[in-house]
């Protein structure tokens, strides 16, 4: 026994509107045309479907059962007509990884061009630390990943690591801080509290150094793995902060603190790590030069 989809439909249409009359009007089609087909989809089926009460037909229990198999092919067959219409679903995946260690907002800059593109293209991106990521793109799991050095000499993963460009740290803190900075920058900063990136942020040693190359020694008050956090600290007023210069506006903005100085050369570097030793992506090179051009200023 094979089913006729065209027979469900009709018993569909009668179980919803209640009678042959209103599905044949739905239709568009005869009352009597709806009932023979009905009995003979009831004949294949060896059951009764619906009994009559007064002028309306109510399932049996096995109709009951029927409705609801036939409820879910025709919202499954809705959806795929939905899913054929809908652009995204002919969309190119673009799998990123995006170090932790990389600020969420450079990434979603870095990241932008791809979705500019003439051809729709559906941005997959997921976080994690830099050794885990490499072990994705190892496997092609990823085509791209974000993170703020190249990739290690040592690990046995095919990589080329591609400098988008580099920003200068400038120190950030809370309003209440100017008038607590007395003297020449960066002198003012002996004693402050400050506020450290964690230990998987390669900015950190270049912070570290450029401090102790000027004498300087802070009050280490907090150490973040996220940069967020830490920006979120330094707003409350537990600390200064190093952060990005080409996000300057936007912490300022964001997190009502205020730019202090900069870091002389420590910058923040951003790559592009992938297996290509010359980037062809498409998307790769579109993020590759808007972040050139536009986003980082060397």
């Known amino acids: 026994m094979s089913l006729n989809y065209k027979h469900l439909r009709y018993f569909w249409m009668v179980a919803r509107t209640g009678t042959i009359a209103r599905a044949a009007e739905q239709l568009h089609l005869t009352p009597q045309s709806i009932s023979g087909q009905l009995t003979e989809f009831a004949d294949t089926l060896g059951v009764e479907l619906f009994r009559r009460t007064g002028r309306t037909l109510e399932l049996t229990e096995a109709g009951t059962r029927v409705l609801s198999y036939a409820d879910t092919i025709f919202r499954t067959g ?90 200068v740290l400038k120190i950030f803190g809370a309003a209440a801080f100017r008038e607590r900075l007395k003297g020449p920058f960066p002198q003012c900063l002996d004693k402050m509290p400050m506020l450290l990136p964690g230990e998987d942020f390669a900015t950190r040693p270049r912070v570290l150094k450029w401090l102790e190359e000027q004498g300087v020694r802070p009050r280490i008050v907090g150490e973040f793995d996220d940069s967020a956090m830490m ?68």
């Open 78 to 167: 809705d959806e795929l007509i939905e899913a054929l219409h809908d652009e995204s679903v002919h969309a190119t995946r673009f799998l990123v990884g995006c170090a932790d260690s990389v600020s969420k907002m450079v990434a979603s800059q870095v990241l932008a061009p791809a979705l500019a593109l003439a051809e729709p293209v559906r941005l997959v991106c997921r976080e994690g630390r830099l050794a885990t990521l490499l072990g994705e793109l190892a496997v092609h799991r990823l085509d791209l990943i974000i993170a703020d050095r190249p990739m290690p000499p040592h690990l046995s993963v095919r990589g080329f690591s591609h400098l988008l460009g580099e920003s």
């Open 231 to 298: 920006k979120a600290f330094g707003r409350a007023g537990a600390g200064l902060f190093f952060a990005p210069g080409v996000l300057a506006d936007y912490i300022c903005q964001q997190y009502g603190v205020e730019q202090f100085g900069e870091a002389g050369d420590v910058v923040d570097q951003v790559y592009a790590i992938t297996t290509e030793r010359r980037l062809s992506h498409p998307a790769t090179v579109a993020i590759s030069q808007e972040a050139k051009q536009h986003l980082f200023r060397t």
